[in-house]
Nanobody, 125 residues
Framework: VQLQASGGGLVQAGGSLRVSCAVS????????IGWFRQAPGKEREGVSC????????YYIDSVKGRFTISRDYAKNTMYLQMTSLKPEDTAVYYCAAGRRRVVGSCPRPDDMNFWGAGTLVTVSS
């Protein structure tokens, strides 16, 4: 199982960015998938997650209305489209997959089974 995140970079506040995560070794409908982020000096947090066969999608309050999680089954790739970016969105973004389902929030990071290496998103003010 491999997850490969890409698409991070430097963007000005108010701008947009899409991060991608190509997965291999499993299909996207087999696990809960999600995007997590970790800012310097902070704990890793679940930004957005979606259950294995759709249905429940979760967004952390601070990104609701600005971020959209999606997946392309044909490409076996998941995405996080980020708009109206703010400096506080600056973090390393990780894609992850796991067996624990979304119930009210993303699973805890410790409950996710597979991780990508992360991609840095920097939002300048």
């Amino acid at each position: 199982v491999q997850l490969q995140a890409s698409g991070g970079g430097l963007v000005q506040a108010g701008g947009s960015l899409r991060v991608s995560c190509a997965v291999s070794g499993f299909t996207l409908n087999a696990y809960t998938i999600g995007w997590f982020r970790q800012a310097p000096g902070k704990e890793r947090e679940g930004v957005s997650c979606i259950n294995s066969r759709g249905g429940t999608t979760y967004y952390i309050d601070s990104v609701k209305g600005r971020f959209t999680i999606s997946r392309d089954y044909a490409k076996n790739t998941m995405y996080l489209q980020m708009t109206s970016l703010k400096p506080e969105d600056t973090a390393v973004y990780y894609c992850a997959a796991g067996r624990r389902r979304v119930v009210g929030s993303c699973p805890r990071p410790d409950d996710m089974n597979f991780w990508g290496a992360g991609t840095l998103v920097t939002v300048s003010s």
